[in-house]
């Protein structure tokens, strides 16, 4: 028997199947409770939750009146709301393709119920209390490792968001440049650089932090989504000749739709060439968007060699691949990481990493004074940096429990899985006469495609894809597919696969495939 196998089958499926599956609530219709009793489980969208309220349910929003006199009664409350989550995706199904919202797993789900019943408040540890304080560290120093920060000398905390995340990197790069802009508000001539692929979130913190979307500039991107490093460094020289200075390279590690991994190493080697060459007297920082793709550190020291998990050969070159990307991500000054995506943590779940604790951080830490109500803080807690004066815990508590509930080869299995099967679905895609897959070669779980017909125009093009989209997402029972859609830089409108479900096998695919044939016929009439 060949190492990693059991019984004939591959490790990883036999993980997946026995043990991972198994701790995910949402993936059955059964043996929850009457709300789950009542879910159809055979449709990538929940329908069925027949609970509604008469009282509360078929009232505009304009015409609704919560109760003036006397209460009402908590059952009828629940039932209503328990009735409005008809329609929503059902992110455990493997049909599910819609967005990177992965299904949650129980451990996450109880310590999400824990964490609203006890409403500890992680600003303080006086109002959380010690331990849980404590597991902030832990997680902390676990997402470190996974990076490539060193946990000794690392730091981080919770945050609602990856948004928050990429606005606390550059508002740290932008002090680095401008010491007194805090209190000052002066940033003249500053710019801060991202791909043409990055998340409009750094526009939007460009926005927020009052240094205006305009100063945010943009470098090209090759169609997986990768920022060309040429192009960066020509843009980067032109600015600093005219006197302009670069606070901060916002590298994206994992687009959204095509898993697009920049080269964390060179945009390194060019940072410290300029700031070589141009004698700049201020550090350009880096900030690494690693919201997608941070889970696939969990194979940073994976055998590939010896391939204990028995990943197929392709897949095994994919990971391969994305890891050694990832192995210069410790190069980053700041990291943002979203659980809340590949760690199968409900939502919210972010952290923001920094690659050193102590002097660095000064500009973001407030001081006793300034925070009368926080004043027992100590130095090295997070609620003396974060914006935030109530820090929700259930984040925190749910990334530990996933963490200690998976385990590192636990994640390396779902992970590995889903870059199998988005490789399959992209490779079987390309087969089908007149789809174009815009990210053909990608690595990840994402898949952006279109049908494309000559002769057509634009707008025609992207009504027949509508119609095949309505198509898609608008069958029966389990013929559906609860996909997304997007536009191109050109104005053509795709469609996107996201995969996220460990549930998707290949027979789910080659399923997948068959229901878009279908749905380009019936829409080319």
Same mark, same amino acid.
């Given at each position: 028997?060949?190492?990693?196998?059991?019984?004939?089958?591959?490790?990883?499926?036999?993980?997946?199947?026995?043990?991972?599956?198994?701790?995910?609530?949402?993936?059955?219709?059964?043996?929850?409770?009457?709300?789950?009793?009542?879910?159809?489980?055979?449709?990538?969208?929940?329908?069925?939750?027949?609970?509604?309220?008469?009282?509360?349910?078929?009232?505009?929003?304009?015409?609704?009146?919560?109760?003036?006199?006397?209460?009402?009664?908590?059952?009828?409350?629940?039932?209503?709301?328990?009735?409005?989550?008809? /329609?929503?995706?059902?992110?455990?199904?493997?049909?599910?393709?819609?967005?990177?919202?992965?299904?949650?797993?129980?451990?996450?789900?109880?310590?999400?119920?824990?964490?609203?019943?006890?409403?500890?408040?992680?600003?303080?540890?006086?109002?959380?209390?010690?331990?849980?304080?404590?597991?902030?560290?832990?997680?902390?120093?676990?997402?470190?490792?996974?990076? /490539?920060?060193?946990?000794?000398?690392?730091?981080?905390?919770?945050?609602?968001? /990856?948004?928050?995340?990429?606005?606390?990197?550059?508002?740290?790069?932008?002090?680095?440049?401008?010491?007194?802009?805090?209190?000052?508000?002066?940033?003249?001539?500053?710019?801060?650089?991202?791909?043409?692929?990055?998340?409009?979130?750094?526009?939007?913190?460009?926005?927020?932090?009052?240094?205006?979307?305009?100063?945010?500039?943009?470098?090209?991107?090759?169609?997986?989504?990768?920022?060309?490093?040429?192009?960066?460094?020509d843009k980067c020289r032109e600015m600093l000749n005219h006197g302009e200075k670069i606070a901060c390279i916002v590298a994206t590690i994992g687009t959204t739709d095509t898993f697009g991994l920049d080269n964390i190493a060179g945009i390194s080697r060019l940072r410290d060439d300029l700031a070589s060459k141009y004698h700049l007297n201020y550090p350009i920082s880096i900030h690494a968007d690693a919201a997608v793709a941070w889970a696939w550190g969990f194979f940073r020291d994976y055998d590939f060699k010896a391939n204990p998990l028995q990943f197929p050969a392709e897949t095994l070159k994919a990971l391969r691949k994305i890891t050694r990307k990832l192995d210069s991500l410790g190069l980053a000054d700041t990291i943002d990481v979203n659980p809340h995506k590949y760690g199968y943590v409900p939502i919210p779940s972010s952290f923001l990493l920094f690659k050193e604790n102590g002097a660095t951080l000064a500009p973001l830490k407030r001081s006793p004074e300034e925070m009368p109500q926080l004043h027992n803080v100590g130095p090295k807690h997070p609620g003396a940096y974060t914006m935030e004066t109530t820090r929700y815990a259930g984040g925190v508590l749910g990334t530990l429990a996933n963490l200690m509930f998976f385990g590192r080869e636990g994640y390396q299995a779902m992970l590995g899985r889903i870059v199998e099967m988005g490789i399959r679905f992209r490779k079987k895609l390309s087969y089908i006469k007149g789809i174009r897959v815009i990210n053909r070669r990608g690595v990840g779980g994402g898949t952006i495609f279109y049908f494309r017909t000559p002769g057509k125009t634009v707008a025609e093009q992207n009504n027949l894809n509508q119609r095949i989209y309505d198509s898609l997402n608008g069958n029966e029972g389990d013929q559906a597919i609860n996909l997304s859609t997007s536009f191109t830089r050109d104005g053509v409108l795709v469609l996107k696969s996201l995969i996220m479900s460990p549930f998707v096998s290949s027979e789910d695919i080659d399923k997948a495939c068959d229901l878009i044939v279908r749905a380009v016929r019936q829409a080319n009439g």
């Open positions: 028997m060949k190492p990693g196998k059991v019984n004939g089958f591959l490790r990883y499926q036999v993980m997946l199947e026995r043990q991972i599956r198994q701790g995910f609530p949402a993936a059955s219709a059964r043996g929850m409770s009457h709300l789950m009793d009542s879910l159809s489980a055979i449709r990538p969208v929940l329908e069925g939750i027949d609970f509604n309220s008469p009282s509360f349910s078929g009232i505009k929003a304009s015409e609704f009146k919560f109760p003036g006199r006397g209460m009402s009664d908590p059952q009828e409350v629940i039932d209503h709301i328990i009735g409005l989550f008809n /329609g929503l995706p059902n992110w455990a199904h493997p049909l599910t393709q819609k967005n990177l919202m992965p299904p949650t797993t129980s451990v996450s789900v109880v310590t999400a119920f824990l964490t609203a019943l006890f409403n500890p408040d992680i600003c303080s540890p006086e109002f959380s209390g010690r331990l849980i304080e404590e597991a902030e560290k832990k997680a902390v120093s676990v997402l470190s490792r996974i990076v /490539g920060y060193d946990p000794r000398v690392s730091y981080g905390f919770f945050t609602y968001g /990856g948004t928050f995340g990429i606005e606390r990197g550059i508002r740290l790069s932008l002090d680095k440049v401008f010491p007194y802009r805090a209190k000052t508000g002066h940033m003249e001539g500053v710019k801060i650089v991202s791909s043409e692929s990055a998340h409009f979130s750094v526009k939007s913190a460009a926005e927020d932090l009052g240094l205006g979307s305009d100063n945010v500039i943009r470098i090209r991107s090759n169609k997986e989504g990768e920022m060309s490093i040429l192009d960066l460094e």
